[in-house]
């Protein structure tokens, strides 16, 4: 009975110096942050939208890229210059494009759940460079990343006003 009395006391003086009920500055952020939100809602309001235009462009460009095999031109830039193009076969992915997860759930003894790194396909850990991967129209496979390295991916030869070299045949 005395522990008990003695835990309850404890409990009250510790409830007492919580201020129960009144809010943190977090609390008064998060307040200040909804009224800001709703005064831009109702002085600018959203507007109806019926034409969806970036959702047409997707689609657009999934379809127009969805085929088993597209030439394409692919030009390699590194630092703004345009070095080269590729004739390629299909869509460059990324480096950092994966086909199993990179990421595993496992969970403690206690049920709690941490997340791991996955091995990947081939078994090793770790990150790519970024950058891109391609096949070339003769079917060499090419990686092009590093610093400044960016690219240019198009269904149709570009003209940018000069000689572009091909880089491969």
Do not use: H
Request: contains cysteine; proline residues 7%; hydrophobic residues 40%.
């Amino acid at each position: 009975m005395k522990k008990t009395l003695v835990l309850v006391v404890l409990l009250g003086v510790f409830l007492m110096g919580c201020k129960i009920g009144e809010p943190t500055g977090r609390d008064i952020a998060i307040q200040q942050q909804k009224a800001m939100s709703k005064e831009a809602s109702v002085s600018v309001p959203i507007p109806s939208v019926s034409n969806f235009q970036e959702k047409k462009t997707i689609s657009k460009w999934i379809q127009r890229w969805d085929k088993a095999s597209i030439p394409a031109y692919l030009y390699i830039i590194s630092f703004g210059k345009v070095l080269g193009y590729y004739v390629v076969d299909g869509k460059p992915a990324a480096t950092t494009s994966y086909l199993m997860p990179e990421d595993n759930i496992e969970y403690s003894g206690g049920g709690t759940p941490f997340v791991v790194s996955a091995p990947d396909i081939d078994g090793t850990y770790g990150t790519n460079n970024p950058g891109i991967r391609f096949f070339t129209a003769e079917g060499a496979a090419v990686e092009w990343a590093g610093d400044g390295a960016t690219y240019l991916y198009s269904d149709v030869p570009i003209n940018f006003g000069y000689e572009v070299p091909r880089l491969s045949k």
